[in-house]
């Protein structure tokens, strides 16, 4: 069964401090692994692929196939990081989208 | 483009009772996932659409039953309601092998 795993439900920095959401994942195989974000009032939007290897706003995030892990970083905080973050997996790529496997997600909190 | 788009916004229900969920894809998009957001957890997934036909299902009882339609937009239904329904669905589109885009969500809530 595939599972992922966010173990903290509330993350409270202060702005300019690094960030560092973790998420840990279970699969039999190789999954594409993501992160969505969900600002206040807004929907629930992609903020990065593992599979892309990008940095947007300033957030990178590596896959760890040893330690099953897909921790999200930011070196600076900013006040509008203040967000909840949802870790998702999903499997290989077929001729259709593959589903979503969430985690409970991590709120975050960027405090002055 | 509006992109995905979900009605109604929100729908107060009795238990037993049926309910329909509508969901417009985004412009060129040809496939539909749904997914239930209960309170405090993460998006769930229900099931996928795609050329008409339900290509993958999540671990929902057959309750909830789906369709699309040749426009490629969708409906959700649930039939006897019961109280844990209550929820946030949510509706994505896609076009493969790009991301899955979210709706708004339609906030059940069975009494």
């Known amino acids: 069964a595939q599972r992922v795993t966010q173990p903290e439900k509330l993350l409270s920095v202060f702005k300019g401090a690094p960030v560092e959401l973790k998420c840990n994942y279970s699969?039999?195989?190789?999954?594409?692994l993501f992160w969505y974000v969900q600002y206040s009032r807004q929907r629930l939007q992609l903020l990065l692929r593992?599979?892309s290897r990008e940095s947007i706003k300033g957030f990178t995030a590596d896959l760890n196939k040893g330690e099953t892990s897909f921790h999200l970083k930011k070196p600076f905080a900013q006040e509008e990081d203040s967000a909840m973050y949802y870790c998702?997996?999903?499997?290989?790529?077929?001729?259709?989208?593959?589903?979503?496997?969430f985690g409970t997600g991590t709120r975050l909190q960027v405090t002055l | 483009d509006a992109g995905v788009t979900q009605s109604p916004t929100h729908l107060i229900k009795t238990r037993g009772q049926q309910v329909t969920l509508r969901c417009s894809p985004k412009?060129?998009?040809?496939?539909v996932s749904w997914y239930q957001q209960a309170l405090g957890q993460g998006p769930q997934f229900i099931f996928q659409?795609?050329?008409?036909?339900?290509?993958q299902r999540g671990n929902f009882p057959d309750r909830f039953s789906g369709h699309q339609f040749p426009n490629y937009s969708s409906e959700l239904n649930v039939n006897a309601l019961l109280l844990g329904d209550s929820a946030l669905y949510l509706c994505?589109?896609?076009?493969?092998?790009?991301?899955?885009?979210f709706g708004p969500g339609t906030r059940l809530t069975v009494t």
């Open positions: 593992h599979i």
């Open positions: 659409y795609y050329e008409e036909e339900e290509r």
């Open positions: 412009s060129g998009h040809d496939t």
């Open positions: 994505a589109s896609s076009l493969f092998p790009y991301e899955q885009y």
């Open positions: 699969y039999s195989g190789s999954p594409e």
């Open positions: 998702a997996l999903s499997g290989p790529r077929t001729g259709t989208a593959s589903k979503l496997t």
